[in-house]
């Protein structure tokens, strides 16, 4: 069973930055692809960032391209997300998310995660 936790999230003026990481245990970090989601109020959870198991492989949703970056440190267990010209629009809940992988393959989809965290709020004031 692999527990999750985020933290990093808070308060930020529109064009700011913030960088939130995700912890995880309970299993061998190298061997999951890692997520992060969002979810705006009043909206159904999205896909934001993945990166494969060794973190050659990212993906981005389009609404984050270029402006979010995903990274990993296998050492530490920990998943990031560096959020720099942040928008009113990027408010939401940040899930992490874990999938088991055999390979460099990356997920995008919430139904391919086997754990999620239980959120952190990131809130963008205009």
């Known amino acids: 069973q692999v527990q999750l936790v985020e933290s990093g999230g808070g308060l930020v003026q529109a064009g700011g930055s913030l960088r939130l990481s995700c912890a995880a245990s309970?299993?061998?970090?190298?061997?999951?692809?890692m997520d992060w989601f969002r979810q705006a109020p009043g909206k159904e959870r999205e896909f934001v960032a993945a990166?494969?198991?060794?973190?050659?492989?990212?993906s981005y949703a389009n609404s984050v391209q270029g402006r979010f970056t995903i990274s990993r440190d296998n050492a530490k267990n920990t998943v990031y997300l560096q959020m720099n010209s942040l928008k009113s629009e990027d408010t939401a809940v940040y899930y992490c998310?874990?999938?088991?992988?055999?390979?460099?393959?990356?997920?995008?989809?919430?139904?391919?995660?086997?754990?999620w965290g239980k959120g952190t709020l990131v809130t963008v004031s205009s």
């Open positions: 990166i494969s198991r060794s973190g050659g492989r990212t």
């Open positions: 998310a874990a999938a088991y992988r055999n390979s460099e393959i990356i997920t995008t989809w919430e139904n391919g995660m086997n754990y």
């Open positions: 309970g299993g061998t970090f190298s061997y999951y692809a």
